[in-house]
Nanobody, 117 residues
Framework: QVQLVESGGGLVQPGGSLRLSCAAS????????MGWYRQAPGKEREMVAS???????AYADSVKGRFTISRDNAKITVYLQMNSLRPADTAVYYC???????????WGKGTLVTVSS
């Protein structure tokens, strides 16, 4: 059973924008911390952005001011708006749902973002 489903990846030119979406688990979403991670070719997976159920957000230094994470509890979806994209942003982006309360740690299968001319 797939817990998280990412969408919105694709090819974009440098300076362009994309919005990623992640459809999450219905029963645990409201109290879960949601995060976006990415793994570039030849590199380790890193946290890009996260948002707690309270709305508190955190971002990697490399994306601050360019990326925005948000969540829609009614739609049970988390988003990652990516602006001013750079070739270094090229990676597979993964959605993650975590909740200590519910005892869950779910990962999506990823969506590829390629920033290139």
């Amino acid at each position: 059973q797939v817990q998280l489903v990412e969408s919105g990846g694709g090819l974009v030119q440098p300076g362009g924008s994309l919005r990623l979406s992640c459809a999450a688990s219905t029963s645990t979403f409201s109290i879960s911390t949601m995060g976006w991670y990415r793994q570039a070719p030849g590199k380790e997976r890193e946290m890009v952005a996260s948002i707690r159920h309270t709305g508190t957000t955190a971002y990697a230094d490399s994306v601050k001011g360019r990326f925005t994470i948000s969540r829609d509890n009614a739609k049970i979806t988390v988003y990652l708006q990516m602006n001013s994209l750079r070739p270094a942003d090229t990676a597979v982006y993964y959605c993650r749902q975590q909740s200590t309360y519910y005892g869950v740690d779910y990962w999506g299968k990823g969506t590829l973002v390629t920033v290139s001319s």
